[in-house]
């Protein structure tokens, strides 16, 4: 009876260790990703039919609907982080392969981000009450963001890392009244201040 771990006279583990797999994998990832994402509604691009490349105003009705919008930097940190997250947790792969764990980590976020559960959070707990979930184009760039960042990482190594991801902390509280670490907070444990704050009140 043949081996079910052998494919083409190859075993499953040799197919792993080829420079293309991490890369095939990544690409149907993130084509499982869009599929999942079309069942839970979300639409391929914004209702307006239009393709921007950037939206600056979080409180629009076409932030989160394009390629890029202030919460994109937010994503780009996520790559920072994940990629010395999996440093130790998986020190046995390959660079490559990282950067795919790091790829789906993002993708099932922005499945998860994009659930009704969220969005009603994200509505009903935070000042984005506004908010409907993400197009399938803002939520590949989001990908795409966190990716970049990881890259990022690898290039700058822990300490430059640690001060670009301080510095767009900062900026986006500067610039937007909210960052990576205050929209973590507002999803666990809403602060009323904190709304308030954003919202001017």
Known sequence: MPDSNVTNGKTVSELRNHAWFPWVSLALMLLLTAVQLRMQGRLWIAASGKILPWVSDTFSAEN??????????????????????????????????????SATLEAGWEVLENSAFIIERYRNETAAFGYTGDTILNSMSDVACCSAGFALAYLLGA???LVLFLVIEVSMIASIKDSLLINVIMLIHPFQAIKDWQLGV
Do not use: A, I, M
Request: glycine share 2%; net charge positive; charged share 10%.
């Open 64 to 101: 989160s609907q394009h390629v890029l919008d202030p919460y994109s930097f937010s994503h780009l940190q996520h790559g920072l982080f994940f990629f010395f997250l999996l440093l130790p947790l998986c020190p046995r792969l390959t660079w490559s392969w990282r950067f795919f764990v």
């Open 159 to 161: 300490k430059r890392t």
